[in-house]
């Protein structure tokens, strides 16, 4: 969406993209120039960027957000084993140092580009962009970027992705979606990890953690999954299967998704630019 | 902490405006930021000096307007507003509800000074 301005137009601003009030003098003769565009409209460029490339190779982009330590990059290894050659993946992760997720990702014979930001709390579109350049993606059907560990900068980056999936483990506790309204809202997928901990760790309650969920307004579907046990997997990759599925039809067809958050702006942006 | 690299492609965003418009300086700038955008205002205001040091905007001013949540209720078509963290009907109090607006990120317009070249032709 938005390929020509990258905005994100609300009702309560729309009316200042209505022709005629672009270009205006101030009293004290100022020119005053109305932008509204995306703070973001780089990144927004480039990710859109990077959503061509997996579009015109057939490539499924999904990216992985949560806390560090709700166990995203063991879920990759699981899903990884548990798909076994059904399909063809990639992995791209996110950390502020070192090779170790890479690496793990690597041992299951998985092409892995790990980004290491430095100090940066997050990977943007242009550092995807990067990472590509190492990877074949003619050889890929799934592509799941890592993102860093953090509930709250990630959200604000487009990286060209088709999904957003959020974890939440069992050990931080059911009020996270509360707490960190803006990348739970972003989900398209949400999926309580860690739930072999949930005999030990009783007070958190999957109930509790979905009505803090829908409280945000998402109608996402939540999976609760662990990875000790390939059964409790099943929903998740069904998802992933159908999602595959999905994106191949995309692609015959020339179209292309993105996660589905803000459908309003993209919406808006249509009718005003009549 | 992402705030500084918002911040940083604000400036590249409004230099670029300010090249096009071929203004010797850029006074103001406005956003709009609205809570379910995930960037904080006050962190946003405290990267602006950093962002904009040796830019054309190096001394213009930063307004960042505020924006309210409200939802559009999918059951009884009710507009209310809502925290972000409780987006429900704040009518009818049910969960399926599309945000109208609140989740802002926008650079909403810029003032630029494009007078000294006009003196000096």
């Known amino acids: 969406m938005c ?49 061509s490339h997996f579009d015109a190779h057939g490539v499924l982009a999904i ?120 990348i739970f809202r972003a989900a398209d997928l949400v999926l309580l990890t860690k739930s072999d901990l949930l005999p030990i760790l009783d007070d958190f309650s999957p109930q509790k953690a979905e009505q803090n969920l829908r409280n945000l307004a998402s109608a996402v579907p939540l999976y609760t999954v662990t990875v000790k046990s390939a059964s409790a997997l099943e929903n998740w990759l069904n998802w992933l299967r159908a999602e595959v599925k999905a994106q191949r039809l995309r692609v015959v067809k020339g179209q292309t998704s993105q996660p589905a958050i803000q459908p309003e702006g993209a919406a808006l942006h249509e009718s005003s630019s009549l | 902490m992402h705030e500084l690299a918002i911040c940083q492609a604000l400036m590249d965003q409004v230099d670029q405006i300010a090249l096009e418009q071929q203004a010797t300086e850029v006074v103001k700038i406005v956003l709009q930021i609205g809570p379910l955008s995930g960037v ?43 925290k972000p963290n409780l987006l429900v009907c704040g009518a009818c109090g049910d969960w399926k509800t599309r945000l109208i ?17 006009m003196n000096h032709v």
């Open chain 1, 63 to 182: 990216n992985l957000m949560s806390s560090p330590g709700a166990g995203k990059t063991a879920l990759l290894e699981a899903t990884i084993q548990a798909l076994g050659d059904e399909f063809r993946y990639a992995v791209i992760e996110g950390d502020l140092e070192t090779e170790n997720d890479a690496e793990r990702i690597r041992r299951h014979g998985i092409p892995a580009v790990q980004i290491t930001t430095g100090s940066a709390c997050h990977l943007d579109a242009h550092m995807v962009h990067d990472a590509l350049h190492e990877l074949n993606l003619d050889d890929i059907d799934i592509l799941f970027i890592e993102n860093v560990g953090n509930l709250v900068c990630p959200a604000s980056f487009d990286l060209g992705q088709h999904l957003n999936v959020t974890l939440l483990s069992v050990p931080e506790g059911d009020d996270k979606p509360a707490k960190y309204p803006v």
């Open chain 2, 40 to 82: 904080e205002a006050h962190l946003l205001e405290q990267a602006f000096p950093l962002a904009s040091a040796g830019t054309l905007a190096e001394r213009s001013v930063l307004e960042i307007k505020p924006q309210a949540i409200e939802v559009e209720c999918s059951k009884c078509g009710q507009c209310t507003p809502a």
């Open chain 1, 3 to 51: 390929d020509t301005c990258g905005c994100n137009i609300t009702n309560s601003n729309a009316h200042l993209v209505k022709p005629g009030g672009k270009l205006s003098l101030t009293a004290s003769g100022n020119e005053a120039v109305s932008v509204l565009r995306g703070l973001l409209h780089e990144n927004d460029h480039a990710a859109e960027h990077n959503r």
């Open chain 2, 101 to 117: 607006s609140g989740d802002e990120m926008l650079l909403e317009s810029v003032e630029l000074n494009c007078e000294e070249d």
